[in-house]
């Protein structure tokens, strides 16, 4: 054999060698390490989370899972692990959705339904579509965001709230009724409405319907939802949360925020998963047929623009923020047109990003919240993200 045509072929034997492959593989998990541990290091005080989880999943592979930091600010407390279990905040929305398209398939309602139909006594809402309650154009107030409500919050953390009364807090009282906001308007109101009418379409619990519809078909074995008081095994395993927001929260800055019962998100947010299961639900929602067939991926992820509140077919570098059923994307001027949510509690951030032509997804956690001028939990992804381009550059796209 020729001397060039040897080379060649011990190359090619080395590089489809086991020995090469674990190497190969060995330098990528510490390379993901390293964007972890600096990201960890750079945020750290200025966000004041003490833990860090992160999930990757590439094409044809199984999920690596990277941890850094503590479960508390609390001296000696222990590590963030698999066992670590957080708050996803508003990636619930994503799993009401689901439930809502399940119902529809079993022509059991149509996402075309006015709220007359099912909940007739917000009559002054009535010609509300089921669609627009879930990709945020129904323009009803948000009841997280009014005063009333974030006193009694704030004074009665462990208070049990029922969907009902949260939907009150934003309903016009007596006889008022001014008219909506028109176009693109974020709403956890919404999605209350949207679990009422699961319950009235069911006749069960949305907890059941949750549990039974989304997390027993996604196999999410550390994914778990309560209306009410989270088990007390589930809280043990709960990672401290701390508020970080001077702007929305400024009462609860620096404190913790675990006491304060998931039912005031219920529906729109009360979720406790780790960033495993969030991408195996991710891809259960966007891949698999297990959740939803085709027809009702393809109303998901029907986009309307943030910005206009119009539909729109895809998010693009002009028009980069797009809101579907549930769920979101974005165009990203690094990254390009990505599949991502960001979901928030008082004091919890998780995060995913699910790129559809390569088949990378990546989701990541964080125990604080914050406002979003000093949130820089994006950052993390994208960084890891170029790295597996980078790594492994065929998956390009």
């Known amino acids: 054999m020729p001397k060039g045509c040897m080379a060649i072929a011990l190359a090619a034997l080395f590089a489809f060698?086991?020995?090469?492959?674990?190497?190969?593989?060995s330098d990528f998990n510490e390379k993901i390490k390293n964007i972890l541990s600096t990201h960890f290091k750079k945020y750290k005080e200025a966000e004041y989370f003490t833990g860090v989880a992160l999930s990757i999943e590439l094409p044809n592979q199984a999920i690596n899972n990277y941890y850094i930091g503590r479960v508390s600010h609390a001296e000696n407390s222990k590590e963030i692990s698999k066992d670590t279990l957080f708050?996803?905040?508003s990636n619930t929305k994503s799993f009401t959705a689901a439930i809502i398209l399940q119902?529809?398939?079993?022509?059991?309602?149509?996402?075309?339904?006015?709220?007359?139909?099912?909940?007739p006594q917000y009559n002054k809402w009535s010609i509300i579509s089921v669609k627009q309650l879930l990709n945020?154009?129904?323009?009803?107030?948000?009841?997280?965001?009014?005063?009333?409500?974030?006193?009694?919050?704030?004074?009665?953390?462990?208070?049990?709230?029922?969907?009902?009364?949260?939907?009150?807090?934003?309903?016009?009282?007596?006889?008022?009724?001014p008219p909506l906001k028109q176009g693109f308007f974020y709403s956890n109101t919404a999605y209350m409405l949207a679990g009422l009418i699961v319950e009235k379409v069911t006749n069960h619990s949305f907890t059941e319907e949750l549990r039974n519809r989304t997390i027993k078909r996604a196999n999410l074995t550390n994914t778990f939802y309560s209306d009410a008081n989270v088990d007390k095994k589930i809280q043990a395993r709960l990672a401290i949360g701390y508020n970080y927001n001077q702007y929305d929260n400024p009462w609860l800055v620096g404190k913790e925020i675990n006491h304060f019962n998931l039912s005031?998100?219920?529906?729109?947010?009360?979720?406790?998963?780790?960033?495993?299961?969030?991408?195996?639900?991710?891809?259960?929602?966007?891949?698999?047929?297990?959740?939803?067939e085709a027809a009702q991926q393809n109303e998901l992820t029907q986009?309307?623009?943030n910005n206009t509140g119009e539909a729109i077919q895809?998010?693009?570098?002009?028009?980069?923020?797009?809101?579907?059923?549930g769920v979101a994307q974005l165009f990203d001027h690094d990254m390009g047109r990505i599949w991502f949510y960001e979901g928030e509690t008082l004091g919890f951030r998780a995060l995913f990003m699910y790129k559809p032509c390569n088949g990378i997804i990546i989701s990541s956690i964080f125990n604080s919240?914050?406002?979003?001028?000093?949130?820089?939990?994006g950052e993390l992804l994208k960084a890891v993200y170029k790295s597996i381009i980078q790594h492994h550059p065929n998956l390009s796209c």
């Open 17 to 25: 060698s086991p020995l090469y492959a674990q190497n190969n593989e």
């Open 87 to 89: 708050q996803i905040g």
């Open 103 to 119: 119902l529809e398939k079993e022509n059991k309602l149509t996402i075309n339904d006015h709220l007359e139909k099912w909940l």
């Open 136 to 177: 945020m154009t129904s323009g009803i107030p948000n009841y997280s965001d009014l005063p009333l409500w974030s006193a009694k919050q704030y004074h009665h953390p462990g208070y049990v709230w029922t969907k009902t009364e949260l939907v009150n807090y934003a309903y016009p009282p007596g006889n008022s009724n």
């Open 264 to 292: 005031w998100a219920g529906a729109a947010g009360g979720v406790i998963s780790n960033t495993e299961d969030l991408i195996k639900w991710t891809k259960a929602l966007f891949v698999d047929n297990n959740v939803l």
């Open 303 to 305: 986009l309307v623009s």
């Open 314 to 325: 895809e998010t693009t570098i002009d028009d980069p923020k797009g809101f579907g059923l």
């Open 369 to 377: 919240a914050t406002n979003s001028e000093n949130d820089h939990a």
